[in-house]
């Protein structure tokens, strides 16, 4: 599940994290060559995150209502990233590693729930993505039929839930 993936620093951000107002959990990909806390890492630091699925949110007139997204194939779904090493503040010797997941336009199956979609990529995608030869016309939408997704309890949204349960990707009645 993505609720693991740490928030990007890069190096180039000098002032205490604190300071980093900027949302930086999810990379652009229209973006993600152009956008100084990224473009770097595109050209050099990417990396592959593996995840059982992820969450998505639906505005509703009851609230927030998340589902689950998960592969129709039961294999991993395997998230387009970059990674950085970062110093949490000048002073500091030790750096921090951290990711990001690049994120596009969303498929028609998952724009019924949100605007927006993890980039999916597919085994063969792999090393052309890591070696750099891939560039950002892998950047897209996964296909329709990739992916399937069921709501969840709300649960998820607490921070009080611990997130290694399994259950919070449990199926619910709406």
């Known amino acids: 599940m993505y609720s693991h993936a740490l928030r990007s620093h890069p190096l180039w951000w000098n002032k205490p994290l604190k300071e980093m107002r900027m949302a930086t959990f999810n990379a652009r990909a229209e973006t993600v060559t152009t956008k100084p806390m990224f473009r770097e890492a595109f050209q050099r630091k990417r990396c592959l995150i593996p995840a059982s699925g992820y969450y998505e949110w639906q505005d509703t007139p009851q609230g927030k209502q998340p589902y689950y997204f998960t592969r129709r194939d039961g294999q991993p779904v395997t998230i387009a990233g970059l990674w950085d090493r970062c ?86 009645q709406l």
């Open 87 to 172: 110093r949490p503040d000048r002073s500091a010797e030790e750096r921090i590693l951290s990711c990001t997941m690049i994120i596009t336009e969303p498929n028609a199956f998952v724009a019924e729930v949100h605007d927006r979609m993890p980039v999916i990529l597919e085994e063969k995608d792999f090393e052309p993505w890591l070696s750099g030869e891939a560039g950002t016309e892998m950047l897209k939408p996964a296909a329709n039929e990739l992916l399937q997704r069921w709501p969840v309890s709300k649960r998820v949204n607490s921070s009080r839930a611990d997130a290694e349960d399994p259950s919070l990707a449990d199926p619910i």
